[in-house]
């Protein structure tokens, strides 16, 4: 291919320039320009003939929507149980997957896993890997079992020639581990780079739309937790999946947080294992940690995820502190720990004000639902007064600033499967309580927090 020029576009205002600028010459924005291919001016050929050419282009025909035929869209499922679960039933035909998280958590050792069985099952597939050599992809493949596998693999960093492959070989999937190794000849600017990445992502998707090819698309995380670079390719992928969970345990989570073609907040659960990542079916109590006996700080919440309830346990601890304490949350949302500590104080008389306090969910899965609210009231309550919550303890509710305990969906599925798992006391919101009794449940409903405190109290 011949080597286009590029320009600099402000993603702010749209301007252009021909060289790059730290400040925008047309908006005064700062670093917002970023390069791109220019496209020739031929019409039909440049991509914002649209907006240049609009008084030459011709008026296409419209359908009115009632006569587009709704077409089931076909799914091939890879046979990994808990993968084809976040994806909405499998991959579909010319969809492109973004698949992010922190490195060594799992990604390749999952893709390689999804790619044998899908070529197992008489499908073609392509490993294309920028990060590591074929001899170590193929090292890992025979740590996962995975002798004889047929699957084809591409050490290739370019993506002119990844293109090509694609296109002459036509896998049914394929795999680009990872997007941030893969430069285009078009851009001067560095393999990794926001250009680089946008650019990139942008013609496999291309390709896999005009191919039929369903692209997976590896991404790295940076330390504040967004896809490395550009957020904008979470716009361009048809679904994003994100990897979480402590390196130090095993367990692994897989979370839609965008799909097309499916249900989002839906999770899978896997089991880092000598042999790969094994799916975890019943992952309801993989995230409580043992304590013999209870401990002070110690909450178990039960918080739904996608279809499935996951009993979490919270941890906090208040300590120390002085003129200027801190407020630290890991798997929690930090701003919303600053809110419950007001309403403890203003609403319940407990108050932490001069106190370091830090609240953690165990297993490092993240909690984003409101429902954690109560749970985290209670183990801060808890680790202030040194008293452990009783055996067996339990609690869920969102809590609003007035002091409110607001329900949670699908309360009674989570009460159930806490008794399943050999809970005996919980407290809950109000319109929560079950209309029959649950086996073993002693339920205590409850409207406000200063309500559910004094239960604690009674209890402990
Ligand atoms: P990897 O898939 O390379 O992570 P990523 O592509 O997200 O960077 O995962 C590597 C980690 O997984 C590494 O620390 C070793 C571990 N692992 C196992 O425990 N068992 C296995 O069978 C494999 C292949 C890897
Ligand atoms: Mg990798």
New binding site residues.
Partial sequence: MAKEKTIHTCTECGGTSPRWLGKCPHCGAWNTLIESVAESDAPGKNRYSGARHAGLAAAQPVTPLSAIEATDIARTPSGLDELDRVLGGGIVEGGVVLIG??????????LLQALDAYQRAGLPTLYVTGEESGAQVAL?SR??GLEGSQVNVLAEIQLEKILATIEATQPAVAVI?SIQTVYSEQLTSAPGSVAQVRECAAHLTRTAKATGVAIVL?GHVTKEGALAGPRVLEHMVDTVLY?EGD?HSSFRLVRAIKNRFGAVNEIGVFA?????LKGVANPSAIFLSQHSEPVPGSCVLVTLEGTRPLLVEIQALVDGGGPSPRRLSVGLERDRLAMLLAVLNRHAGVACADQDVFVNAVGGVRISEPAADLAVMLAITSSLRGKPLPKGFLAFGEVGLAGEVRPAPRGQERLKEAAKLGFRVAVVPKANAPKKPIEGLTIHAVERVEEAMQVVRGLV
């Fill in positions: 998280g922190d490195p060594g958590i799992g990604k390749s050792t999952l890992r740590r996962l581990d590896v990897f390196t880092m294992t000598e042999k790969g």
